[in-house]
């Protein structure tokens, strides 16, 4: 069964620093995706960033970046530059491809993620 | 304003009752998913419907339902309330699942529950 882990359950980094927030998971299906999300204490979700088990290069979205490590089975996502903002909840998500993919996404317990000025 | 609503945004109830959370997905989104947040635990996957029809069931307990309608708006019944179903209840819809693997899942604000 799959199963995401996500071991920190807070952190700290300094404003302007890069922190790197960790994501375990565990499937037999060798096509999947996997997610982050972040959620700020308004308490929407939103998506952050996309990785497929069979691209070649870590995905990036402008401070964001996963380190995808396939035979660690772990997807870690990096923030740049952190800002105040980005004190929130960050959840990492994985949904199976394989057949019967029915689009679910399975997620993490989450890191609670404090910028400090 | 993620396209997805829910309403209502908040809801107190007391233990025995039902109430019923409503979903408008993002406008072309065939797929909606119903998830709940406990402080305990986690987001945890209910239930998802595609087009109409449910496509899969995670831990949803019998005293809860769903359905999609054909305008595909959702809406999740939840009756006999205990205080452990106090949780935030979250809606997300897709555009058809089986297409892509990085077929993303937009949310909607939320539906905090709170049964007294």
């Known amino acids: 069964a799959q199963k995401i882990t996500q071991t920190q359950p807070g952190m700290f980094v300094q404003e302007k620093e890069a922190v790197t927030l960790d994501c375990t998971y565990d499937t037999s299906d060798p096509s999947y995706g996997l997610f982050w999300y972040k959620q700020p204490s308004s308490g929407e979700m939103i998506f952050l960033i996309y990785?497929?088990?069979?691209?070649?290069q870590n995905a990036t979205e402008g401070r964001y970046s996963l380190n995808f490590q396939k035979a660690r089975k772990s997807a870690n996502l990096v923030i740049s530059a952190s800002q105040l903002g980005d004190s929130a909840m960050y959840f990492c998500a994985m949904r199976e491809i394989g057949s019967g993919n029915t689009g679910k996404l399975i997620f993490g317990q989450g890191t609670t993620l404090q910028v400090k000025p | 304003d993620s396209g997805v609503t829910q309403t209502p945004k908040h809801l107190i109830t007391a233990t025995g009752q039902r109430v019923t959370l409503r979903c408008s997905p993002r406008?072309?989104?065939?797929?909606v998913y119903w998830y709940q947040q406990s402080l305990d635990q986690g987001l945890q996957f209910l239930i998802q419907y595609y087009n109409g029809e449910e496509r899969a069931k995670g831990n949803i307990l019998e005293r809860f339902s769903a359905q999609q309608f054909p305008d595909l708006h959702s809406e999740l019944n939840l009756s006999s309330l205990e205080l452990g179903d106090s949780a935030l209840y979250f809606c997300a819809s897709s555009v058809a699942p089986h297409l892509s693997g990085a077929n993303v899942l937009t949310f909607g604000a939320g539906s905090r529950l709170t049964v007294l």
């Open positions: 406008s072309g989104d065939l797929s």
């Open positions: 990785q497929g088990s069979y691209d070649q």
